[in-house]
């Protein structure tokens, strides 16, 4: 098969295109015959060798999560998925070698949920890493209510623009944050009030919060406990020493909540990547998809990412 494997951590010149050898399920996996993938900043925080400490040293890997495809071949324990079903979700670093970069990529079969046919590919593949993130800081983590206030943080990227327009659906008042080329995109998205955070220090601002998603991971805990209500939720996307501590702090005497969110965690992936999918369908939220790329254009998309000012999603069409 056609993929784009690295055989080193480095910049983004360790990218090869090259065939390589199709692989084959395991018990619980499925290979998917891709139709896209899209960009993360976690595929380049992998090349780049940042979380070497955590995903096994396989080589030739093949980067990218997101992907929405074709199921091809199904492993001896898969009953819930067949060949020909159209699917999206997520590839597991952890588990397999064989992400979305590629023709084909290997899946475990809880991590992927059928496409609906009013989805396109494209937009299937933009939802997973992003979508499900926004999702549960706000439905799950925050549980975020109608007539509720909350600070998004870092508003106009992957994550960010996800999570405006879920809040929205949720029902909630809107505070948002960007760069100042990115004030009126976020607007549109459905925030209330957009605050540009090259202008005033987000913590300046008086206004009391029930939920911050931290999508950018900016803030902290200790930085943003100040700014939350008296049960208020803060989320953030990056571990980091002062959250981790107030999740600690806050489990053994209560009151102001932390939490980190992890896109792949928990036992339902697959419903929440459908009620997403739900969500696009009947028209509630639209996919941001900025840029539609090649393989070959992918290594150009990592530098681009690594900017940290991506506005919605870039997805590969393979
Ligand atoms: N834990 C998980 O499961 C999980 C899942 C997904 C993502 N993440 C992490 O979450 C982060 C965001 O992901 P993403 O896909 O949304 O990235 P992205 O698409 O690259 O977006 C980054 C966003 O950060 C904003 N930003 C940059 N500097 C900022 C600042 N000083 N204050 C506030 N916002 C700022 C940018 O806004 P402007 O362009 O307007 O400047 C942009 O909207 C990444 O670190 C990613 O690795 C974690």
Redesign the pocket.
């Known amino acids: 098969m056609r993929a784009l494997i690295i055989s080193e951590y480095g910049r983004s010149d360790v990218f090869k295109l090259q065939d390589i050898d199709q692989p084959k399920p395991g018990s619980h996996q499925v290979l998917i015959e891709l139709k896209c993938a899209s960009i ?3 595929d380049w ?1 992998i090349r780049a060798g940042h979380l070497s400490l955590i995903i096994p040293k396989h080589w030739p890997r093949v980067l990218g999560v997101d992907c929405s495809g074709i199921v091809s071949e199904v492993g001896s324990a898969v009953k819930t998925f067949q060949p020909g079903d159209t699917v999206f979700g997520m590839s597991n670093p952890l588990r397999s070698q064989y992400g979305s970069y590629a023709q084909f990529s290997l899946v475990e079969k809880d991590s992927i949920a059928r496409k609906p046919d009013g989805l396109s590919f494209s937009d299937a593949a933009s939802i997973p ?2 979508g499900l ?1 926004a999702y549960k800081a706000l439905k799950l983590q925050i549980k975020l209510k109608p007539g509720q206030s909350v600070l998004i ?8 623009s996800f999570a405006v327009q879920i809040a929205k659906v949720l029902g909630a008042k809107i505070t948002a ?3 100042a ?2 004030i009126e995109f976020v607007k549109s998205l459905g925030a209330d009030q957009v605050i540009d ?1 090259q202008v005033q220090d987000v913590r300046s601002i008086k206004e009391r919060f029930d939920g911050i998603f931290d ?4 803030l902290n805990f200790s930085l943003a406990k100040p700014m939350l209500n008296r049960n208020g939720v803060y989320v953030t ?2 571990p980091d020493p002062q959250t981790i501590l107030g999740m600690a702090t806050c489990a053994l005497f209560g009151g102001k909540k932390a939490y ?4 792949g965690s928990g036992a339902h992936v697959p419903e929440e990547l459908s009620a997403i999918a739900d969500m696009i369908v009947s028209g509630q939220i639209h996919p941001i998809i900025a840029k539609t790329i090649k393989l070959e254009d992918v290594a150009k998309a990592h530098e681009d ?1 690594e900017q ?4 919605g999603k870039t997805v590969v069409e393979i």
């Open positions: 993360n900043p976690v925080k890493v992003a993130t943080n870092g508003a106009s990227g992957g994550v960010g944050t960007c760069g080329d990115n955070y999508a950018s991971a900016k996307t990056v980190i969110v992890s896109a990412s940290g000012h991506a506005r």
